[in-house]
């Protein structure tokens, strides 16, 4: 008989996102039966749908929160529907194991009564929710401090944790007090199958030589605010050959548009909002260079970005600030930017790459290859596979 398991995540819908999409399929490829709890987002808002084989359900949500009360409240629904599709989904369907991907860390709470049953609880290890508290509002409050609280009672809940890399799997040893034995490096890598490069469409760089690209949530840690001064300080320096293209949404989208305005870079910058896959490839597949501007801070310098992978999957040289697992995972395939000196140095690294075409082409061969062999989503299942096999034969 299969073993059924439900992954509850509470920030994006599925199969928007990505990495839940890939172990979802990755755990029915295994001989699992999978059932998916979300919210309803752009683009999915039907409530409950059967695809490639997986059960996904989808919950209502209210907006996206911006502040500390926002999220309180998008938090606070988000839990209620989880608990009320949870026992409908063990009493129509049942399941074994429920796998929380965080943020935020409070899906425990709704693996917390199943552990009766002996429903084993794995935390899929996203964010460092403490850090992220604190990359967006800079002060260590009773928020943060909430953070940190649910964060320690998240790991005591949990049988197994899948960290994204291995600074997460430091913070579950050393600061969730988890056994290594219980800590598997499951981390984010590209599907090659289906995230491949495209022939470059020249009409994306709208008239001009180069397309610089990228890729990722609109919101204040990621840094979008440093790139637009980055592309005013390269059009004022008489570069007028270079266009930026921003694809994704989120929180802060809007005032980053009206940033764009409000500089006068209409003419050199663009946020496209989120776009079907095949529009993302599109984009970065032409795109001369592409940038990761996550600001310099605790909770980006021990994350991993998706986004670094899937621009070396496509071959694309990249810059970013120096930042510990942003290295780990580029090493060559990326020019580090200085952290301190961030507007200036960051956009003369991006024109020395545009004016150096053969370095370019070294840069992306070196990250293709290294996805291939190393970061592809290919060489993470068999982690993923035995943090499942760890928790159910506890």
Not at 107 to 121: D, N, R, S, T
Not at 124 to 150: A, G, I, M, N
Not at 216 to 240: F, N, P, W, Y
């Amino acid at each position: 008989m299969k073993t059924n398991v439900l992954i509850i995540v509470e920030n994006l819908p599925v199969p928007f996102d990505g990495r839940v999409w890939k172990e979802a399929c990755s755990l029915r490829d295994a001989g699992y039966g999978v059932t998916v709890l979300c919210p309803k987002g752009k683009g999915y808002e039907r409530g409950y749908e059967l695809l490639d084989g997986i059960h996904i359900y989808r919950h209502p949500l209210p907006q996206e929160g911006n502040s500390a009360l926002g999220y309180v409240w998008e938090y606070g629904c988000a839990i209620f529907w989880e608990m009320l599709y949870a026992w409908w989904i063990f009493l129509r369907r049942g399941f074994r194991v429920i796998q929380g991907c965080n943020p935020p860390d409070n899906i425990f709470l709704v693996a917390l009564p199943f552990k009766l049953f002996q429903v084993k609880y794995i935390f899929d290890h996203h964010d460092v929710t403490p850090e992220l508290y604190y990359s967006k509002y800079e002060r260590h409050d009773f928020f943060y401090k909430v953070q940190l609280w649910l964060e320690k009672l998240t790991f005591r809940v949990s049988d197994v944790v899948m960290s994204t890399n291995g600074s997460y799997k430091k913070i579950a040893i050393q600061r969730g007090g988890m056994a290594a034995d219980d800590v598997f490096v499951v981390r984010n890598g590209p599907d090659l199958h289906t995230f491949r490069p495209v022939l470059p469409k020249r009409e994306l760089k709208y008239g001009k030589t180069y397309l610089v690209g990228y890729v990722g949530t609109m919101s204040i840690q990621e840094g979008l605010d440093i790139l637009l001064e980055v592309a005013d300080h390269i059009k004022k320096s008489g570069r007028t050959d270079v266009h930026f293209t921003c694809v994704g949404g989120g929180p802060g989208l809007a005032a980053l548009r009206q940033m764009v305005k409000d500089k006068d870079l209409s003419d050199t910058v663009n946020f496209t909002g989120r776009v079907p896959d095949a529009d993302l490839l599109d984009i970065l597949s032409t795109a001369d260079v592409c940038v990761n501007p996550d600001k310099p801070c605790e909770m980006n310098d021990i994350s991993t970005m998706i986004k670094i992978m899937e621009y070396m999957a496509l071959g694309k040289p990249i810059v970013q600030f120096d930042l510990k697992e942003g290295r780990w995972s580029a090493q060559e395939a990326s020019l580090y930017s200085s952290n301190h000196g961030q507007v200036s140095d960051f956009a003369e690294k991006i024109l020395w790459l545009l004016d150096h075409p053969e370095e370019r082409k070294k840069m992306g061969e070196f990250g293709q290859c290294r996805v291939k062999n190393e970061l592809a989503w290919e060489h993470s299942v068999p982690n993923l596979l035995a943090a499942y096999a760890r928790a159910t034969l506890r």
